[in-house]
């Protein structure tokens, strides 16, 4: 029994992974994106701090949207609630006065897309392509925007139920929604039609959803991270939790997948065919707020903390 006992402590001691790194942002990380060895963290202390991930160091020059006054007249800073990356090019929503927010478009100097004039309550928006940005409001609605000419091309109510997350595809062409429903709306971008609808797997509020290659992960307030594959619509179920799941992801080629797992803030790495839990990672002080894979075995991990971790899998 005793052997026994020492072989177990054993494999759950191979089985977890402390960080590799860790870097320290500005604020608590709200957002990430990684290109060609940086990584842009977008924090709620009105920064987006630029880590070369190379050298492991922060680089000097952050981006910075304007602070903001409170309802009481003090200023304070701006949380910047999403980013998107695409041609050189970053696109920031962050809080604006008076509750409302704003889009900002960056490229070596800040222009305004949309301000607190058009009294808008939005949550996240991501580039489609050079001109024309998808922009999501908490009320769930929907809307393509062409930057150029300052217009909305179309704009959709997905659903009635709160709006939680949406993600685009590889090529940008669908947006998948996902919604306090548990339900998920597949939008074509091009004319702004729902495609598909999955549902009947997460029961709850979906926090966060991850696409890549055909398939799909939710992170689920009802401790499900449901995985769905397009190419094999029967193929779906979901990975169970012992607390709300928080946060989930996909590695570029789909093959593995990970997944807030605990109240202790945890990550399960599993591979998305067999279903097999490979890993734990361990380390993360706060509620995560986003698992960002950059290829197969490296990925970050954030939090409400000003502290994100990396790390190598073997």
């Known amino acids: ?3 026994l006992y020492l072989l177990i402590l054993f494999s759950l001691s191979l089985f977890a ?7 320290k942002a500005s604020g608590g990380v709200t957002d990430m994106v990684y290109e060609e060895g940086k990584l842009y963290v977008a924090t709620d202390a009105s920064r987006i701090d630029i880590f070369d991930t190379t050298l492991q160091s922060k680089i000097e020059a952050n981006i910075t949207v304007p602070q903001i006054k409170d309802f009481m007249g003090d200023v ?21 006065a008076k509750g409302f927010r704003e889009i900002y478009r960056y490229d070596g100097a800040m222009q305004k897309l949309i301000g607190i004039k058009q009294k808008m ?15 999501a409001l908490l009320s769930n609605e929907l809307f393509l925007y062409d930057t150029k000419a300052q217009k909305n091309l179309w704009k959709i109510a997905v659903s009635h139920s709160k709006f939680s997350d949406f993600i685009l595809n590889e090529k940008r062409t669908q947006a998948i929604v996902a919604d306090e429903s ?12 729902i495609t598909h609808t999955l549902k009947g797997q997460n029961l709850d509020n979906v926090f966060k ?19 769905y594959n ?6 779906t179920y979901y990975m169970k939790s012992d607390f709300l799941i928080y946060a989930a992801a996909l590695s570029p080629s789909g093959r593995i997948g990970a997944y807030s797992s ?14 097999k839990k490979l890993y734990k990672l361990t380390g993360n002080k706060m509620t995560l707020s986003k698992i960002l894979f950059i290829n197969e075995n490296e990925l970050f991990v954030s939090s409400d903390s000003n502290l994100l971790n990396y790390y190598k899998l073997p």
């Open 17 to 23: 992974q402390d960080p590799h790194f860790s870097y």
């Open 182 to 193: 548990g339900d998920l709306k597949i939008i074509n971008l091009k004319n702004g039609m």
């Open 121 to 135: 309550f939005i949550s996240k928006a991501m580039f489609v392509n050079h001109d024309t940005i998808v922009f």
């Open 76 to 96: 304070i800073d701006a949380k910047i609630y999403s980013i998107d990356r695409l041609e050189d090019a970053l696109l920031i929503t962050s809080q604006g």
């Open 209 to 227: 959803v991850d696409t890549k290659s055909n398939k799909i992960i939710t992170a689920g307030q009802d401790r499900r991270a449901v995985l």
């Open 1 to 3: 029994m005793r052997f």
């Open 230 to 235: 397009l190419n094999k619509p029967h193929s």
């Open 262 to 275: 605990d109240e202790d803030n945890n990550v399960v790495v599993f591979d998305t065919t067999s279903k």
